[in-house]
């Protein structure tokens, strides 16, 4: 069966990423449950990723399948274009009001992170040329940091590859140095903090581009598919006080940090921070339907609601506020705080974070271990002192797939994200699994 499927992947399907070298024998998953993914061989894993940073309840959760079976029997699906607008849609939109942010309550739907940060852009420079500021187009990211790729997101993005075969990219994006504390690649002044220098990065691009053409900073609070890099703590205030300094809007991207991942409901809250602009997307339904969206300020939202209706807010896209979507994202945010689940997630977070750090002690080839809540990262070194990459990463994840733990990779760090549910007996057997790729390959 497995030589079957297989043979019918490899000639109809295109894939995320695609290169027919990495697909030579992938999982094909049939099904899960909780923490684990079975193949249709039979073998399990431990997923340890969650998906991609997603699947916070876990798999198989019946309640979230059972809401979805009732709402596609009422109505599945209908336009939520100005002119009409469904339940699920309008409940969602109450709930998630003040929710992350209190000055956060007016909700546009999309179907995933990447349309979010791209309605995240258009309404940045829709706000600025209805402030007759129509020259405040460009967007400042962070090297290393993932937005999606569409094009315009991946013009955000930070990732080089991501680039290569589609350049060029969409004008008005530039990157700074990420508040990267193991390999800050900026410049750190007499008497200041990695946090501080990373900020003044930030400053000193506005100014150097002119505060009149910015028109938005984007930044996730913790990067993901960068390497799970954790910012020092005064770096978002800091970045807050310049964005407002220079009249610049903040678009926090919490795709993957929104809904309880790092150990808060959302992450700038650790810092005190609020954004202009949130974009959400992934744990909002745990992954069982596609959806996103964005949070506007009070004042965008009165931009917004105050335009001429030949200047009106022209965005749009099908699936914007899906009903069944938005109904088992009903559900899906009611089992994360029956179940508490945020909390677990710091819980589990430490108990992980310290697990590494024990591999740290004990393996010289460890030369940073970071995380916050549950996305953490493991990375390794030929030298401690030269922080040299070590060119292992690659084998020790196949080992760790080879022992039942499914989970990426980037560059020399080794990423663990898994469902928020997990217990300590599975957070160590993820650390153990760990031991045992690093020994193998040792």
Same mark, same amino acid.
């Given at each position: 069966?497995?030589?079957?499927?297989?043979?019918?992947? =490899? =000639?109809?399907?295109?894939?995320?990423?695609?290169? +027919?070298?990495?697909?030579?024998?992938?999982?094909?998953?049939?099904?899960? &449950?909780?923490?684990?993914?079975?193949?249709?061989?039979?073998?399990? /894993?431990?997923?340890?990723?969650?998906?991609?940073? *997603?699947?916070?309840?876990?798999?198989? *959760?019946?309640?979230?399948?059972?809401?979805?079976?009732?709402?596609?029997?009422?109505?599945? /699906?209908?336009?939520? /274009?100005?002119?009409?607008?469904?339940?699920?849609?309008?409940?969602?939109?109450?709930?998630?009001?003040?929710?992350?942010?209190?000055?956060? *309550?007016?909700?546009?739907?999309?179907?995933?992170?990447?349309?979010?940060?791209?309605?995240?852009?258009?309404?940045?420079?829709? /706000?600025?040329?209805?402030?007759?500021?129509?020259?405040?187009? =460009?967007?400042?990211?962070?090297?290393?940091?993932?937005?999606?790729?569409?094009?315009?997101?991946?013009?955000?993005?930070?990732?080089?590859?991501?680039?290569?075969?589609?350049?060029?990219?969409? +004008? *008005?994006?530039?990157?700074?140095?990420?508040?990267? +504390?193991?390999?800050?690649?900026?410049?750190?002044?007499?008497?200041?903090?990695?946090?501080?220098?990373?900020?003044?990065?930030?400053?000193?691009?506005?100014?150097?581009?002119?505060?009149?053409?910015?028109?938005?900073?984007?930044?996730?609070?913790?990067?993901?598919?960068?390497?799970?890099? !954790?910012?020092?703590?005064?770096?978002?205030?800091?970045?807050?006080?310049?964005?407002?300094?220079?009249?610049?809007?903040?678009?926090?991207? &919490?795709?993957?940090?929104?809904?309880?991942?790092?150990?808060?409901?959302?992450?700038?809250?650790?810092?005190?921070?609020?954004?202009?602009?949130?974009?959400?997307?992934?744990?909002?339904?745990?992954?069982?339907?596609?959806?996103?969206?964005?949070?506007?300020?009070?004042?965008?939202?009165?931009?917004?609601?105050?335009?001429?209706?030949?200047?009106?807010?022209?965005?749009?896209?099908?699936?914007?506020?899906?009903?069944?979507?938005?109904?088992?994202?009903?559900?899906?945010?009611?089992?994360? &705080?029956?179940?508490?689940? !945020?909390?677990?997630?710091?819980?589990?977070? &430490?108990?992980?974070?310290?697990?590494?750090?024990?591999?740290?002690?004990?393996?010289?080839?460890?030369?940073?271990?970071?995380?916050?809540?549950?996305?953490?990262?493991?990375?390794?070194?030929?030298?401690?002192?030269?922080?040299?990459?070590?060119?292992?990463?690659?084998?020790?994840?196949?080992?760790?797939?080879?022992?039942?733990?499914?989970?990426?990779?980037?560059?020399?760090?080794?990423?663990?994200?898994? +469902?928020?549910?997990?217990?300590?007996?599975?957070?160590?057997?993820?650390?153990?699994?760990?031991?045992?790729?690093?020994?193998? !390959?040792?």
């Amino acid at each position: 069966m497995q030589t079957t499927w297989l043979e019918q992947d =490899k =000639k109809h399907l295109l894939h995320p990423l695609h290169h +027919p070298t990495a697909h030579q024998e992938p999982l094909i998953i049939e099904s899960a &449950e909780g923490i684990w993914l079975r193949t249709v061989d039979g073998r399990e /894993y431990i997923d340890g990723l969650a998906g991609l940073w *997603n699947v916070l309840i876990g798999h198989g *959760n019946r309640e979230l399948a059972d809401v979805a079976q009732q709402q596609m029997a009422t109505m599945a /699906y209908c336009s939520n /274009y100005i002119g009409t607008a469904n339940l699920p849609a309008i409940e969602l939109a109450q709930k998630l009001a003040g929710f992350a942010y209190e000055g956060l *309550n007016f909700t546009y739907f999309a179907s995933g992170g990447a349309e979010a940060n791209e309605s995240a852009f258009k309404t940045a420079r829709f /706000y600025w040329k209805r402030l007759g500021k129509p020259d405040k187009v =460009k967007v400042i990211a962070r090297q290393d940091a993932y937005h999606g790729v569409t094009l315009a997101t991946m013009s955000a993005t930070g990732i080089a590859p991501y680039w290569t075969m589609f350049e060029p990219r969409v +004008p *008005n994006f530039l990157h700074i140095p990420a508040p990267y +504390p193991y390999r800050f690649e900026g410049d750190v002044q007499a008497g200041e903090t990695i946090g501080q220098a990373a900020a003044r990065a930030l400053e000193e691009a506005i100014l150097g581009e002119g505060a009149d053409t910015v028109a938005a900073f984007i930044a996730e609070p913790v990067q993901g598919a960068g390497g799970v890099i !954790v910012p020092p703590d005064d770096y978002f205030p800091r970045v807050r006080e310049i964005c407002d300094e220079y009249d610049v809007l903040l678009i926090a991207d &919490e795709v993957i940090t929104g809904f309880g991942r790092t150990g808060d409901w959302f992450a700038l809250n650790r810092w005190n921070v609020e954004p202009d602009i949130l974009s959400f997307a992934k744990g909002i339904t745990s992954g069982y339907l596609p959806l996103g969206g964005i949070q506007v300020s009070d004042s965008i939202r009165e931009v917004i609601l105050n335009a001429p209706t030949d200047q009106r807010w022209m965005h749009a896209y099908t699936y914007s506020g899906h009903a069944t979507c938005c109904a088992v994202a009903i559900k899906n945010l009611e089992i994360l &705080e029956r179940l508490n689940l !945020v909390n677990q997630a710091a819980e589990m977070g &430490e108990r992980l974070l310290a697990g590494l750090h024990v591999l740290m002690d004990e393996f010289e080839c460890v030369g940073n271990v970071r995380g916050l809540g549950l996305m953490c990262a493991i990375e390794f070194v030929a030298d401690r002192q030269t922080k040299a990459p070590a060119q292992i990463a690659n084998k020790i994840l196949q080992v760790c797939l080879d022992n039942g733990l499914l989970t990426r990779v980037k560059g020399e760090s080794l990423l663990l994200a898994p +469902p928020l549910i997990i217990v300590e007996e599975e957070i160590d057997q993820i650390l153990a699994i760990v031991r045992m790729g690093i020994e193998s !390959v040792l």
